[in-house]
């Protein structure tokens, strides 16, 4: 099947882009990408490339919270990832498998990714003190509680075993609200990145969406962790993405 013209430009300017990113990842050393002010303004630069590359427009509402913050979305497509990652500086926590992916696993790890294996309690713990470390450093935390992507129709229940580590440090949290809107006010057919899609796959529908589509993130009032448990700043951070969505609560399943 052949490529429309301006989405084969497309698909050569993403891989223009992730070469250029690799060079710079190869030679800067990680905690630089990741701990340093100049560092996280690559990283972001990085990120909004791939949204201009995509033909994806980012609209935000609101702002993020300033200083060390835990900031929870709900999660419909990795193109979650550029869009937070160009406007908010800090870690992603993202699940193991991530790091098998050719070359972005690799990019994101060096650009200060925290790798998570779903069920491992001790890995889990592992990573809420790299969070906690995190935070205490002065930097802020990317996290999709619900632990998968959606269709975007409803959101999953929320995993609070790491809300802990604001809780620690004493840190706010602050959702975002996700939505990839179609002129309908449904979500855009080809974000949503769900069940045996693969990665290339899902790209490859991206790059042959006719058009612009819009990624929406919405920055909601920040929750204070004290006086919480962590089950209910989960709790209270994604009841507010549910209103601020218009989606249902997904009940099939309990976070952990």
């Not at 698909?11 to 340093?36: E, K, M, N, Q, R």
């Not at 790890?109 to 470390?133: N, P, Q």
Request: charged residues 20%.
């Amino acid at each position: 099947m052949k490529l429309p013209g301006g989405a084969l430009v497309r698909l050569l300017g993403l891989i223009a882009h992730a070469l250029w990113g690799t060079l710079v990842a190869a030679v800067v050393p990680s905690d630089a990408l990741s701990d340093t002010a100049a560092g996280q303004r690559v990283v972001r630069f990085w990120h909004w490339g791939v949204l201009s590359l995509l033909g994806i427009r980012l609209e935000a509402l609101g702002r993020p919270v300033e200083g060390p913050t835990l900031i929870v979305a709900n999660h419909i497509s990795w193109v979650d990832i550029a869009a937070l990652g160009t406007l908010c500086p800090g870690h992603f926590v993202a699940k193991s498998e991530v790091e098998t992916w050719p070359l972005l696993g690799w990019l994101a790890r060096r650009a200060g990714t925290f790798y998570i294996r779903r069920g491992d309690r001790k890995a889990s713990a592992a990573v809420a003190a790299r969070m906690t470390e995190a935070f205490i450093r002065d930097q802020s935390v990317l996290l999709f509680p619900e632990g998968t992507s959606t269709d975007g129709r409803q959101v999953r229940p929320f995993h609070a075993r790491l809300f802990a580590a604001a809780i620690e440090a004493g840190c706010p949290v602050q959702p975002v609200a996700v939505r990839y809107p179609d002129r309908s006010g449904a979500t855009h057919p080809a974000a949503p990145f769900i069940g045996d899609d693969t990665l290339l796959h899902h790209l490859w529908g991206l790059l042959r969406a006719r058009g612009e589509f819009t990624v929406e993130l919405r920055f909601l009032a920040p929750e204070l962790s004290t006086g919480l448990t962590a089950r209910a700043l989960a709790t209270r951070a994604r009841d507010v993405i549910v209103a601020h969505n218009g989606t249902t609560r997904d009940t099939s399943a309990q976070g952990l």
